[in-house]
């Protein structure tokens, strides 16, 4: 009779390993799926947000290179008011002295 309820007791612990066992290995693939989904919804929020700040920064550098662009030809314009100023200047004097030779007779 012992025998019997020795092998009795293996049967059960066999049976009882068994089912642990199981149990186990659900838990496990529930949380390696839980990890995935956690991991994947990780990468898609670093995504969005490395698109964002990218966004974010292509917006700074339109508006710094507008900005610059804008002080450009402002000093570009500026600069064409000089030079037509000069060439202005430099007519408005040779147009006095040919008028002046013209009056004086010294073509």
Do not use: P
Request: charged share 40%; with cysteine; net charge negative.
């Amino acid at each position: 009779m012992m025998i019997e309820e020795v092998l009795k007791n293996v049967r059960e612990a066999e049976s009882e390993g068994a089912l642990i066992k199981e149990r186990a290995e659900k838990s496990a693939e529930e949380i390696r799926l839980s990890a995935d989904a956690e991991a994947a919804d990780i990468i898609a929020r670093a995504k969005t947000e490395a698109k964002e700040n990218a966004a974010a920064v292509m917006e700074k550098a339109r508006e710094v290179v507008a900005e610059e662009d804008k002080k450009e030809r402002a000093a570009c314009t500026k600069e064409c008011e000089t030079l037509i100023n000069s060439t202005i200047a430099a007519a408005d004097e040779l147009v006095g002295e040919i008028f002046s030779r013209i009056v004086n007779g010294n073509c």
